[in-house]
């Protein structure tokens, strides 16, 4: 059936009843307008008869129907819809009329006027004449005793006017109709719209959008319906998830997820079936499986699904074919939608591609078969290997137990090795101190006779004695050198020192040797070189000392110069090369590696000429690099040759100076003490268990002008300290019943205890190591000297604690 529209159906229903009652309207006001029009030309016509009834009563007495006659006449040609009029006498014999010639005869039977108490009544006949309908209206004259007078009106004249009416009223009415269907569409809109936005709103939710909102404002019952539907709505839309919701999650998950009916058609296809499987899923709603290829994808499940309906579930592994030919591997799982009353109703698949995972898995296979051959080998060459390791093995074992005792072996040697090093040292230590004390004894002795008056020949033998006993002290303290650099017991100390002092003293000391050679001794120091400096300076002297002593040693003629320049500071280390040049007898090339080595010399017969014991160069090479600095030589054989000494100072932050007002290098802001020593005499206590090198010292120290008290050990001192002051005490360190060391603690324990002031304590030591050193710093000696010592060292030692005595 064809839909008609509420509003169509509405205004051509208004319409059709606004024809109708305009219809009615108009018969019934023409009907009317009839009847009035007619009653007044009875009227009309009945005045006009009655109104000829009188004025024909004296003719007809006086029957003078010529005057009748004129009497018709004029009113015939007064009235215009006056069709006839005739006048009849009492035997009904016509007496006037207005026919002209014939009278109609048949118009006599026109019916009797009206009388008595009727006679306002208008008694009217209806005629039929040639030209319409006539009103005949009759008039009796004197009541009808002397005649009738008849009038006849023709109908024309209500049929005119009522035209007239009928036409203006069919205009209105016309105007009324159109007005009337205006209204009426009108009101059908307003009627009709908020119908049909309702009607829009239940279909919307129907389709299951249940976000839409009906907007009717209308204060009416419709109003009130939007209002109900929307709240209905609101109610719906908690409870229930909205289609656009529901297509929302369709369309957004990664499965593709296809739904038909029962008899296969695709009711419902997501975003990811359609790319899945490259269709359009619009396009595809409405179509029925059976259209597809018997291997394409809703066919192919839907076929999947048949097989399993008695199940209602189903979760398969397949091949599904694509709009665009090409077949995908998938994991489908099928299930059948239910009612509320367990009707089945639709057919839900979801399809997932699992080419990826296939395409892993035959990776994974491909991998496995590899591994299996692979474990295979592997096994193979395992138990190859574990044949051919059990054979090395029992080798190895062998061999293991071949290097351990190896490895015993080896350690003891080692051990010996070390024990012997050890020894070795130990030997030289002990060997050095059983050698000084005599040689101490021999020295002293021969400065002492020195002095004596002797022949020439004496002083000749004395001379060698004392060279012999200077180069056996040498030796000695090379050996001692040596010792401590390779049991790894050489300390370099780090203290400030001036340098160009230190050159100029090193010079100095070797002045006289040049000298007496005619030889010229030169030192060349850089305007820029730093003065006072951080490092070991009685190290950097005993390299410079050697390295000169040797260039005016193997120099016959010329000269011998000390350079000292400095080089690119890094940070606070300044390198300082010092060059010791000399126009000497030179080295051959092939001795030049040789030299730094132990007991090297260049030509044996040098040792002959020029003495020396070849260890100089060894402990000097040692020396600079325990220092961090490097050692370097180049000589011509009859030319000459240059030792390069680098060695890094650094400069120290501030230069300081001392309690005692000495600064680093050990000057003493003051005279020597002989000048001073003129009133008091200064009082020594000489502790020294050999009877020998007390005697000696005596002897030394017997022109000075000074009181010497003796003690044969610690003991003997500690007890002559508490009795007696003294000015300085010169302490051994070996000896026996009491040793140095306790001898001075006691005496610095005893000071402190009666508040007596400090004794300078210096100690007299046949080591000269740098922890004995400290060892007898500990114990509380101010200095040492080292025995044997030299007459020089020991005036130097009582001008520095005796001058202010
Ligand atoms: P020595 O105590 O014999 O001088 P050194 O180790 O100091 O021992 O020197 C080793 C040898 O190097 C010397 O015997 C000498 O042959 C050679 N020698 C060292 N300095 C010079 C030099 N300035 N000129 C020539 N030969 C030198």
């Given at each position: 059936?064809?839909?008609?529209?509420?509003?169509?159906?509405?205004?051509?229903?208004?319409?059709?009843?606004?024809?109708?009652?305009?219809?009615?309207?108009?018969?019934?006001?023409?009907?009317?307008?009839?009847?009035?029009?007619?009653?007044?030309?009875?009227?009309?016509?009945?005045?006009?008869?009655?109104?000829?009834?009188?004025?024909?009563?004296?003719?007809?007495?006086?029957?003078?129907?010529?005057?009748?006659?004129?009497?018709?006449?004029?009113?015939?040609?007064?009235?215009?819809?006056?069709?006839?009029?005739?006048?009849?006498?009492?035997?009904?014999?016509?007496?006037?009329?207005?026919?002209?010639?014939?009278?109609?005869?048949?118009?006599?039977?026109?019916?009797?006027?009206?009388?008595?108490?009727?006679?306002?009544?208008?008694?009217?006949?209806?005629?039929?004449?040639?030209?319409?309908?006539?009103?005949?209206?009759?008039?009796?004259?004197?009541?009808?005793?002397?005649?009738?007078?008849?009038?006849?009106?023709?109908?024309?004249?209500?049929?005119?006017?009522?035209?007239?009416?009928?036409?203006?009223?069919?205009?209105?009415?016309?105007?009324?109709?159109?007005?009337?269907?205006?209204?009426?569409?009108?009101?059908?809109?307003?009627?009709?719209?908020?119908?049909?936005?309702?009607?829009?709103?239940?279909?919307?939710?129907?389709?299951?959008?249940?976000?839409?909102?009906?907007?009717?404002?209308?204060?009416?019952?419709?109003?009130?319906?939007?209002?109900?539907?929307?709240?209905?709505?609101?109610?719906?839309?908690?409870?229930?998830?909205?289609?656009?919701?529901?297509?929302?999650?369709?369309?957004?998950?990664?499965?593709?997820?296809?739904?038909?009916?029962?008899?296969?058609?695709?009711?419902?296809?997501?975003?990811?079936?359609?790319?899945?499987f490259g269709y359009v899923p619009e396009e595809m709603i409405g179509c029925r499986v059976v259209d597809f290829p018997k291997q394409e994808a809703p066919r192919?499940?839907?076929?999947?699904?048949?097989?399993?309906?008695?199940?209602?579930?189903?979760?398969?592994?397949?091949?599904?074919?694509?709009?665009?030919?090409?077949?995908?591997?998938?994991?489908?799982?099928?299930?059948?939608?239910?009612?509320?009353?367990?009707?089945?109703?639709?057919?839900?698949?979801?399809?997932?591609?699992?080419?990826?995972?296939?395409?892993?898995?035959?990776?994974?296979?491909?991998?496995?078969?590899?591994?299996?051959?692979?474990?295979?080998?592997?096994?193979?060459?395992?138990?190859?290997?574990?044949?051919?390791?059990?054979?090395?093995?029992?080798?190895?074992?062998?061999?293991?137990?071949?290097?351990?005792?190896?490895?015993?072996?080896?350690?003891?040697?080692?051990?010996?090795?070390?024990?012997?090093?050890?020894?070795?040292?130990?030997?030289?230590?002990?060997?050095?101190?059983?050698?000084?004390?005599?040689?101490?004894?021999?020295?002293?002795?021969?400065?002492?006779?020195?002095?004596?008056?002797?022949g020439r020949d004496q002083s000749r033998c004395l001379e060698m004695i004392g060279q012999a006993g200077k180069n056996m002290l040498v030796l000695i303290n090379?050996?001692?050198?040596?010792?401590?650099?390779?049991?790894?017991?050489?300390?370099?100390?780090?203290?400030?020192?001036?340098?160009?002092?230190?050159?100029?003293?090193?010079?100095?000391?070797?002045?006289?040797?040049?000298?007496?050679?005619?030889?010229?001794?030169?030192?060349?120091?850089?305007?820029?070189?730093?003065?006072?400096?951080?490092?070991?300076?009685?190290?950097?002297?005993?390299?410079?000392?050697?390295?000169?002593?040797?260039?005016?040693?193997?120099?016959?003629?010329?000269?011998?110069?000390?350079?000292?320049?400095?080089?690119?500071?890094?940070?606070?280390?300044?390198?300082?090369?010092?060059?010791?040049?000399?126009?000497?007898?030179?080295?051959?090339?092939?001795?030049?590696?040789?030299?730094?080595?132990?007991?090297?010399?260049?030509?044996?017969?040098?040792?002959?000429?020029?003495?020396?014991?070849?260890?100089?160069?060894?402990?000097?090479?040692?020396?600079?690099?325990?220092?961090?600095?490097?050692?370097?030589?180049?000589?011509?054989?009859?030319?000459?040759?240059?030792?390069?000494?680098?060695?890094?100072?650094?400069?120290?932050?501030?230069?300081?100076?001392?309690?005692?007002?000495?600064?680093?290098?050990?000057?003493?802001?003051?005279?020597?003490?002989?000048?001073?020593?003129?009133?008091?005499?200064?009082?020594?206590?000489?502790?020294?268990?050999?009877?020998?090198?007390?005697?000696?010292?005596?002897?030394?120290?017997?022109?000075?002008?000074?009181?010497?008290?003796?003690?044969?050990?610690?003991?003997?001192?500690?007890?002559?300290?508490?009795?007696?002051?003294?000015?300085?005490?010169?302490?051994?360190?070996?000896?026996?019943?009491?040793?140095?060391?306790?001898?001075?603690?006691?005496?610095?324990?005893?000071?402190?205890?009666?508040?007596?002031?400090?004794?300078?304590?210096?100690?007299?030591?046949?080591?000269?190591?740098?922890?004995?050193?400290?060892?007898?710093?500990?114990?509380?000696?101010?200095?040492?000297?080292?025995?044997?010592?030299?007459?020089?060292?020991?005036?130097?030692?009582?001008?520095?604690?005796?001058?202010?005595?």
């Amino acid at each position: 059936m064809t839909f008609i529209r509420l509003r169509t159906k509405c205004i051509i229903g208004f319409t059709i009843l606004n024809l109708l009652i305009g219809m009615a309207l108009f018969f019934l006001i023409r009907f009317e307008v009839h009847h009035r029009l007619e009653q007044e030309i009875h009227k009309r016509g009945a005045t006009i008869a009655r109104h000829l009834a009188e004025s024909s009563v004296t003719p007809i007495l006086t029957e003078n129907t010529i005057s009748l006659q004129l009497l018709v006449n004029n009113y015939v040609k007064t009235e215009d819809d006056l069709r006839y009029i005739y006048i009849l006498n009492a035997r009904n014999e016509v007496l006037a009329h207005s026919f002209g010639t014939a009278f109609p005869k048949d118009l006599l039977k026109a019916d009797e006027p009206a009388s008595g108490a009727n006679k306002d009544r208008v008694k009217v006949t209806k005629l039929r004449s040639e030209e319409g309908l006539l009103y005949d209206m009759p008039a009796g004259i004197q009541q009808g005793q002397l005649g009738q007078v008849h009038v006849g009106i023709s109908e024309a004249a209500v049929t005119k006017t009522l035209d007239g009416v009928l036409t203006h009223l069919l205009f209105y009415m016309a105007g009324i109709i159109c007005f009337g269907t205006i209204m009426a569409v009108v009101f059908a809109t307003a009627i009709t719209r908020p119908i049909a936005i309702l009607a829009a709103g239940v279909k919307q939710v129907g389709m299951g959008e249940l976000d839409y909102v009906t907007k009717i404002n209308t204060h009416d019952e419709i109003g009130e319906l939007a209002g109900s539907f929307n709240s209905m709505l609101e109610n719906l839309r908690q409870t229930t998830v909205s289609r656009q919701y529901m297509d929302k999650i369709i369309n957004t998950m990664n499965d593709a997820l296809i739904v038909f009916s029962q008899e296969g058609v695709v009711y419902n296809v997501n975003r990811a079936f359609g790319e899945l499987f490259g269709y359009v899923p619009e396009e595809m709603i409405g179509c029925r499986v059976v259209d597809f290829p018997k291997q394409e994808a809703p066919r192919c499940l839907y076929a999947a699904f048949e097989n399993a309906f008695q199940s209602g579930y189903l979760s398969h592994e397949g091949t599904c074919l694509c709009a665009s030919g090409k077949f995908i591997p998938v994991l489908f799982s099928l299930a059948m939608m239910h009612d509320e009353q367990g009707k089945p109703q639709e057919i839900i698949g979801v399809v997932n591609d699992i080419s990826g995972i296939k395409k892993a898995q035959e990776e994974l296979e491909k991998k496995r078969a590899e591994l299996e051959n692979l474990n295979r080998t592997l096994e193979e060459m395992v138990s190859l290997r574990t044949a051919e390791l059990a054979v090395t093995n029992e080798g190895l074992r062998a061999e293991v137990i071949n290097s351990k005792l190896i490895a015993a072996e080896l350690k003891i040697a080692r051990d010996a090795a070390e024990a012997a090093s050890v020894a070795k040292s130990e030997f030289l230590t002990n060997m050095s101190h059983e050698m000084r004390t005599p040689l101490n004894s021999i020295i002293v002795g021969v400065e002492f006779l020195g002095e004596a008056d002797l022949g020439r020949d004496q002083s000749r033998c004395l001379e060698m004695i004392g060279q012999a006993g200077k180069n056996m002290l040498v030796l000695i303290n090379d050996l001692i050198d040596l010792a401590r650099i390779e049991s790894g017991r050489l300390e370099i100390v780090a203290e400030e020192f001036n340098l160009p002092e230190m050159l100029d003293k090193t010079v100095e000391l070797l002045s006289r040797s040049a000298r007496i050679k005619g030889l010229e001794l030169l030192l060349d120091t850089a305007s820029d070189l730093p003065v006072i400096v951080v490092g070991d300076r009685i190290r950097l002297q005993q390299v410079l000392v050697n390295l000169v002593s040797n260039a005016v040693k193997f120099t016959l003629q010329g000269r011998v110069e000390i350079s000292a320049r400095p080089g690119p500071r890094v940070d606070n280390t300044i390198p300082i090369t010092f060059v010791v040049l000399d126009t000497g007898i030179g080295i051959d090339e092939e001795k030049l590696q040789t030299i730094f080595e132990t007991f090297t010399q260049a030509d044996s017969s040098i040792t002959r000429r020029f003495g020396g014991s070849g260890l100089g160069l060894t402990i000097s090479r040692r020396l600079v690099e325990a220092m961090s600095g490097n050692m370097q030589v180049e000589s011509t054989p009859g030319v000459g040759s240059s030792f390069y000494v680098t060695v890094p100072l650094s400069e120290p932050a501030a230069i300081s100076i001392n309690r005692d007002g000495q600064n680093a290098n050990g000057c003493r802001n003051g005279q020597d003490f002989a000048k001073n020593i003129d009133t008091v005499l200064p009082v020594v206590l000489l502790v020294d268990d050999s009877r020998e090198n007390r005697e000696l010292l005596r002897l030394l120290l017997l022109k000075k002008q000074l009181l010497i008290d003796e003690a044969g050990n610690g003991h003997e001192a500690v007890e002559m300290f508490r009795e007696n002051e003294y000015d300085l005490v010169l302490m051994d360190i070996q000896m026996p019943i009491m040793d140095g060391y306790t001898a001075t603690r006691q005496i610095r324990q005893m000071e402190e205890l009666a508040g007596r002031a400090k004794t300078p304590i210096v100690a007299l030591t046949a080591h000269a190591y740098e922890n004995d050193v400290q060892a007898c710093k500990e114990a509380g000696c101010d200095d040492h000297i080292s025995k044997p010592f030299k007459k020089a060292a020991l005036f130097d030692c009582l001008t520095k604690y005796l001058n202010g005595a």
